[in-house]
């Protein structure tokens, strides 16, 4: 039995991100996905909360084949702590997959393996990308799965964006 972790802040969940995860499901026999940030939301950065995540990515990996768990990871002000707090979290793994570089190394340094999945289209498939096109009232739908679409209308989310964004 192989468990693997990905880790994301997922802001929002989009296609590179489900893209890794369809590769992951034929490497291992279940997955954890860590939703990072978990405690940030309503700024520019970090528009949703860990809720409206959790429901981005379980409706999106409906129908993945291998078992899922999808668990928020609240921040921790010192990194040296932080796979500590992430281990005492989530169900026990054998291998991370990122290619956050400061994820990498910490998780190096406690002698976890570290794997890096390949990246999808990484100039349009970013978090940064596609918050950009939600705010400036762009197409940015086709860049999400369809689940991800229905989340952010259900909860207003672009209009959320749209007035955090303003300056008083
Ligand atoms: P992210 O949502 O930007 O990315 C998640 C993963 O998807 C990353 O591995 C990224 O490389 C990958 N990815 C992004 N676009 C892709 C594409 N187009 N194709 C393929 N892969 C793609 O999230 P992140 O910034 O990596 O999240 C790390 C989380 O860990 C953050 O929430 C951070 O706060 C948390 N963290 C916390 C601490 C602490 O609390 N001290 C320390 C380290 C990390």
Do not use: C
Request: glycine fraction near 8%.
């Amino acid at each position: 039995m192989k468990r693997g972790l990905y880790v994301g802040r997922f802001q929002p969940f989009h296609n590179g991100h489900k893209a890794v995860i369809d590769g992951l499901a034929e490497e291992v026999d279940e997955l954890i996905i860590g939703i990072g940030s978990a405690d940030i939301s309503h700024d520019i950065r970090h528009p949703f909360t860990a809720g409206e995540r959790v429901l981005m990515i379980t409706r999106a990996l409906n129908g993945l084949k291998i078992p899922f768990y999808v668990i928020p990871l609240e921040d921790v002000k010192r990194n040296a702590l932080w796979v500590a707090h992430v281990k005492s979290m989530v169900p026990p793994f054998d291998t991370v997959y990122t290619s956050n570089p400061l994820v990498i190394q910490l998780f190096k340094e406690a002698g976890i393996p570290v794997l890096s999945p390949p990246m999808y289209l990484r100039e349009s498939l970013s978090g940064t990308a596609v918050r950009k096109k939600m705010y400036h009232g762009e197409e940015w739908e086709e860049y999400v799965p369809k689940e991800v679409v229905s989340v952010v209308e259900e909860i207003h989310g672009i209009e959320r964006m749209q007035q955090i964004a303003k300056s008083d």
